[in-house]
């Protein structure tokens, strides 16, 4: 079985990762997680406790989330599960991911522009994780994997066929394209979209590392290219 974590605030691309996520079970059976976040309120008794943290949705959302039951539904192998998790901390999500038997998060945009310090939270613990991200593009729309960009960063000594052999596990798309980041990525950002547009790229691909301090970037290479990027830990390549 396989299970998909999607942190959110439930915004209008929610609909988009759990679409993706779909597709990316292939068939197999599959629980699709949304985690909904909040503060663990200041309460004096049990009662006061539920209250305030009984989830509220406003209309629109609660309709997002009624047409993201009804994708869920109609594959007849995935089911939708909603986790309403109060507080965030490392040992928190790592208990939680291994309850759940994360194979994939999946990270929309309006999830990493979120501002609240609970959900920056959560995307830094994420990042510093093992567990493979897909980031996906800037716009809200359905994607077909099946041709992807390596990004090899030189820290990094993965090698085309390393990274490959992991995807092969998961993913059905192959790695056509390498790009060696030797410099800004900003400065080479022209050229590596010259490439994506001769060669019908639809993924980007990148190996991470846990970071040894606190603050790594959260802005991920795709928010400058606009691809949907996956990121596998260099460890689990290894």
Not at 64 to 91: D, F, K, W, Y
């Amino acid at each position: 079985m396989k299970n998909i974590l999607i942190p959110t605030t439930v915004e209008n691309d929610i609909l988009t990762a759990v679409k993706t996520a779909v597709k990316y079970t292939t068939g197999t059976n599959c629980n699709i997680v949304l985690m909904m976040l909040q503060k663990i309120p200041n309460a004096y008794s049990a009662s006061q406790f539920l209250r305030e943290t009984t989830p509220s949705c406003t209309p629109a959302q609660n309709s997002l989330l009624n047409q993201c039951r009804e994708v869920v539904t109609q594959t007849g192998n995935c089911r939708l599960l909603i986790h309403h998790q109060c507080g965030m901390s490392a040992p928190l999500l790592k208990n939680l991911m291994d309850h759940l038997g994360t194979d994939l998060v999946i990270l929309t945009k309006s999830y990493k522009e979120e501002k609240n310090s609970l959900h920056s939270t959560c995307r830094q613990l994420l990042l510093n994780s093992k567990y493979p991200i897909l980031h996906l593009g800037n716009e809200s729309e359905e994607y077909n994997f099946n041709k992807a960009m390596y990004l090899e960063y030189p820290k990094i000594d993965l090698g085309i066929h390393e990274v490959q052999k992991l995807i092969n596990e998961q993913f059905s798309f192959k790695i056509v394209s390498q790009a060696k980041i030797e410099e800004s990525i900003d400065e080479m950002v022209p050229h590596i979209a010259e490439t994506i547009s001769k060669n019908n790229i639809d993924i980007l691909i990148e190996a991470r590392r846990t970071a040894k301090k606190s603050g790594r970037k959260e802005q991920s290479v795709n928010h400058n290219l606009g691809l949907p990027l996956l990121s596998v830990h260099a460890e689990t390549v290894t």
